[in-house]
């Protein structure tokens, strides 16, 4: 038993480009969040409060680490976006992998005005941390050669990690739809609608007027009970077979990309594209992306037998 456990361990291969691109989505949306924003977004006096960045006496944020003033918040600022870049390129993910948490835990538990997608990087950059440390290669796109018997323990460190990543996904999406399930907005299937009233998440006004036209008919009842279905499906995707993965992913990314439409949600669309992939898909198989990248990926077994990943 134990020497089947073993020989399964030395074929499994997780150090691919799966949870590389998810590395590099999740980067990408905090780099556009502070390539589109200056420090006077996120750090001013708000309501209730004249002090700012948000530091309490034990914050390690970087934004807590210098005095408070717009030239170091800038440096910061900065200094964050060369990091983050720096993990778009796949470069030392066992340096960066610390770092890039570092930026978005800064980001997060200093700055105002930020959405829960930021929330969720946070969380996750540093789940992935015993990953990235793990993870023996120099750049997190490159593929490498492992010798039979070598890596078994980086390998059991990425394995357990990445089941307790799948877990807390699930988690994630099992409290949201509980959550909407305790409002009646949601059970009569009008909430869509109340949402895209909001003043704050509203429709962009090019089309916010047949869109409302349409949701202010029974249509209503498709997107928001479509919602509760698909965050259901989400959560029972934890236990679903492999094969039905895809088909999932396709279905989740749909409605998040919808939700960056009509409500303006990029970075937490970014943020929920990033941690599906690490849900959705095989640790142990390279994607190839071929001609169309969303409906055409194709996913390719790498086994480590000592020759090279085909």
């Known amino acids: 038993m134990l020497n089947e456990i073993e020989a399964k361990i030395d074929k499994f291969n997780p150090f691919t480009n799966v949870y590389g691109l998810s590395r590099s989505i999740l980067a990408l949306s905090t780099l556009l969040t502070l390539l589109l924003n200056d420090t006077s977004i996120f750090f001013r006096p708000f309501a209730g409060s004249n002090e700012y960045p948000l530091c309490s006496e034990n914050s390690i944020s970087l934004y807590c680490l210098v005095p408070n003033n717009t030239i170091y918040l800038e440096v910061i600022r900065w200094a964050s976006i060369v990091i983050l870049t720096l993990v778009i390129s796949g470069w030392r993910p066992r340096i960066t992998g610390v770092l890039h948490w570092w930026v978005t835990y800064s980001l997060w538990g200093a700055a105002i005005g930020l959405d829960g997608g930021d929330q969720v990087t946070a969380v996750f950059t540093l789940l992935l941390i015993p990953i990235t440390l793990a993870d023996p290669r120099k750049n997190h796109w490159e593929q490498i050669t492992i010798q039979k018997g070598h890596y078994i323990g980086n390998k059991i460190i990425t394995l357990v990690t990445h089941k307790l990543i799948r877990i807390q996904v699930a988690i994630i999406y099992f409290h949201s739809t509980i959550a909407k399930l305790s409002s009646e907005e949601w059970i009569n299937g009008t909430a869509v609608w109340y949402y895209l009233q909001s003043p704050m998440l509203g429709v962009p006004h090019l089309i916010e007027g047949p869109i409302m036209k349409l949701l202010s008919t ?36 749909l409605m998040h990309e919808i939700f960056a439409l009509f409500l303006g949600l990029v970075s937490f669309s970014l943020a929920m594209l990033a941690i599906l992939i690490l849900y959705l898909f095989p640790l142990e198989k390279n994607i190839i992306f071929k001609n169309n990248p969303f409906l055409k990926i194709k996913l390719c077994q790498n086994i480590s037998k000592g020759g090279e990943y085909r």
Not at 225 to 230: F, Q, S
Not at 231 to 245: E, R, T
């Open 218 to 253: 029974s249509f209503v009842v498709f997107p928001t009970w479509g919602t509760l279905i698909m965050q259901s499906i989400l959560v029972l995707a934890l236990f679903a077979p492999k094969k039905y993965w895809k088909i999932i992913f396709v279905f989740a990314v």
